[in-house]
Structures are given as C-alpha cells and as structure tokens.
C-alpha cells in the first residue's frame, strides 16, 4: 500500500492551507459578479433541450425503432451538430430506458442507486470521522440526487454517471473495491465523460499494487474500448459530408466562471444566488484537506482533476457536465465544517480542547 504522505505538518502549513482557501472562495464569490460569470440553468430562451431530444429518442425506441437510426433522425431534425462521433451519444442509458414498459422504472432505478449511496455516504463519513458529517452528507446528497427522481430527467447519462462515480469513491473508501470497480465501470458505460476517474483509479491501483484489482479494470476498460469501437461502427455510415461541427468546439477555457456552474447542478443551489455556489465550491475544496485515508485521496485527486478539466473544457450549455460531480462534491463539503475546525486548531487560531487534535495531521 502506498504510504499518502502528510502533507500539513505544522501551524505554518494550516495557516497557508486556510490563505488559499479563503482566498479562492473569494476569488469565486467576486467572480459570480463579474463578466466572467458562466451559466446556462437559468438563461432565458434556451429552447428545445437535450432532454426533450432523449425524451424522444426513448419514446421512438419504445415504439420499436432502431436506436441508431432514431438518433440520426433526431439530431438533424433538431439541428445538433453531427460531425464528431463524440456528438452521437452512446446507447446507454436511452437506448434502455426506451426497451423498459415504462420510464418510471427507470426512475425507481436510478433512485435506488442514489438512496444506496445516500446510506453509504451516511456509513462511510460517520465511521471514519462523526455522525455530524454522515447527517451533513445526507443532506446535501438529497438535493444532488433529487432530479433522478424528477419529471423526463433521468434520461441523462450524466445524472447516472454521476451518481456511479461517486457509489465508486464511497465504495473505495469503505474499503469495498468490488463495489467501486463495478460502479466505476458502470459509469465509464453510460457517459465517456467518466473516463478521467477510470483512469485514475487505474494508477492508484497501479501505484499501490493492487494488481488483482488492477486486472479487473484492465477487462472493464477492454470491454469498454469493444462497446465504443462497435458504437463508431455504427455511426461511421450515417454520416453525411453535410454534417456541422461545434462552432467553437469543446475547448473554451472557460475557468473558474464555467467551474462555478457546473457546481450549481444541485437542486438546492439552482434556486440560491450563484454566489452561494461559489462559497459552497470552496467548503467542497475545504472538504478534501486534511482527508489522508485512501478513499480521501481518491476523492480529493478525482474532484482537483475534473476542476482542471472543467476550467478547460465546455461550452456555457454544457453546465449540465456538473451533474459528474455533483454527489461527489456533497461527500466532501459535508467534511468542511470540521476539516477547516481542525486546520483552525492546528494553525493555532483557537485552542484544541484535547491536545491530540492540534498534533493530528
């Protein structure tokens, strides 16, 4: 096992931590006022959506149309871009929602995997730091998870791949490797998206020795290249030299104004002030300090590696990415309140009650 090195040591290093923190929450907060604001949730007039055009690919399906071609017909009908293979979505999930009697099973589905990571979020904090921070992280789950279960939502890929990317992380870190490997897999198959977090996993598991689990994402990933391989198969001849393109493509660096929004993509969040999200942006930052267990690792390199991307990659529509995140970051604000309590305690802002706190690292 690899040793995760200690990386607070002394009240100089907590005091530099909580610089940066607080200079960072404040550098989001300036920027939700700013010309460099980002967001698309709330724009007025943003018309016919991409959950319309699932919607309507599920019922075609259901009704017994090919997927493919029912995907090629919807995108030109409503004008997307088709150029790219990376524009035609893979099958999963519409392509098994449209082969359910019904679209409420599919959200009965997604709401069990998202009440199963509420209760083993609750198990995991509780266990490894207090009950509080289990109670805080149910709290936040709840409006990260509540629009699985609302209106047409389920139909997209990213609410699903968010929920298994963070079942994954919580599995690691209950020490339930089976668990996060099938769950990471599982995301990697419904959005392409999730491919950072695999591979990921992949050196940690590599750097660690872990060579049997290191095995097992090996057969995940090669079944996972086969999937896409038979997918660009499929879209390769319904392609036409007419298709349009992005006309900005995907790489905007759009920042940390493009990043706030993606962290709006909670219910609670969508209906505050996009200033609150920039608070609450820094406390999911806060959160990952001072987490030296595996599972905090793992959770702390996936939500600084999708930063990255996210201040790089993505257009303003393309907010909804968020919803990768979006359990993800509830696991680590719910630790915020006492990771920064315990860089306080160590910086030597305010005295420990036990002197054992002060010396943790």
Known sequence: ???????IRNKWHAR???AMLFLATSLFVAITFSPFKSGFADAPNRGVGDVELYRAEVDRIHAGEPYYDVLASELRQRGYPTRSVFNWRLPLPVWGIGLLPDISLARGLLGLLGL?????????????????????????LSGALLPCVLGDLVVMSELWAGVLIALSAVGFGLERRNLGIAAGI????????????????VLLALSERRYRELAYWTIGLAAY????????????PRMTPSDVAHADGWIRFGGAGF???TAQMNAYLLLLPQWVTAIYLGCVFAG???????????????????????????NDFNQ????????????AAARAPWALRKLAITAGLFPAKSPAIALQS
């Not at 909804?320 to 696991?331: D, H, I, K, Q």
């Open 1 to 7: 096992m690899l040793k995760i090195p200690v990386l």
């Open 16 to 18: 530099v931590v909580l």
């Open 116 to 140: 199963t990571l509420i209760c083993l979020s609750f198990k995991w904090l509780a266990d490894e730091d207090n009950v509080n921070e289990g109670l805080l992280a149910v709290l936040l």
């Open 186 to 201: 599982a995301a990697l198959f419904l959005r392409e998206l999730s491919a950072p977090f695999c591979l990921l996993c």
């Open 225 to 236: 290249a086969v999937y896409f391989a038979l997918h660009t198969w499929q879209v390769l």
């Open 259 to 261: 990043l706030i929004s």
């Open 288 to 314: 990952c300090t001072r987490w030296y267990t595996p599972g905090g690792k793992l959770v702390g390199l996936t939500i600084a590696m999708y930063a990255v991307a996210f201040g790089i990659a993505g």
């Open 320 to 331: 909804y990415w968020g919803s990768l995140m979006a359990p993800l970051y509830c696991v």
